[in-house]
């Protein structure tokens, strides 16, 4: 390398002593830390973009289980209207039987009455014959 005139240190390459020797040259602190700065600001950088990819797929997750629930909830809401529609059609059946049953009712006791007279009157007709 002493015939480049160039002497490498780590990626960065250094003019050699115009004297020809090769003593290591003095590495600045201040680019030295400039260095040392950079790649942890690279790597503090990096935790961030890692943090901030998995608070989206966090972000993305929660989205879902709400579309999820908003579906849930769209069903539930779909089958409580069906419900009310079953309930009101059985309300307005049971109406109907209710008033059907009443009806039966009164003509039973009706039946009921036109059968004692006529059982009282075929009574009184044998009783008058014998």
């Given at each position: ?7 490498a ?66 069903t ?5 209207q ?49």
């Amino acid at each position: 390398m002493a015939a480049m005139g160039m002497a490498a240190l780590g990626d960065a390459t250094i003019p050699e002593p115009p004297d020809g020797t090769t003593s290591r040259p003095e590495i600045n602190p201040r680019r030295a830390e400039t260095s040392k700065t950079r790649m942890s600001g690279q790597s503090s950088i990096d935790t961030a973009v890692k943090r901030l990819a998995m608070a989206l797929d966090a972000l993305d997750a929660a989205v879902e289980r709400r579309r999820a629930g908003d579906r849930n909830e769209d069903t539930l809401a779909a089958q409580v209207q069906t419900m009310g529609l079953d309930r009101a059609r059985l309300a307005a059946t049971l109406d109907g039987e209710t008033a059907r049953t009443r009806k039966l009712e009164t003509t039973n006791r009706e039946i009921a009455e036109r059968l004692d007279a006529a059982i009282a009157g075929i009574q009184s007709v044998i009783e008058g014959s014998e």
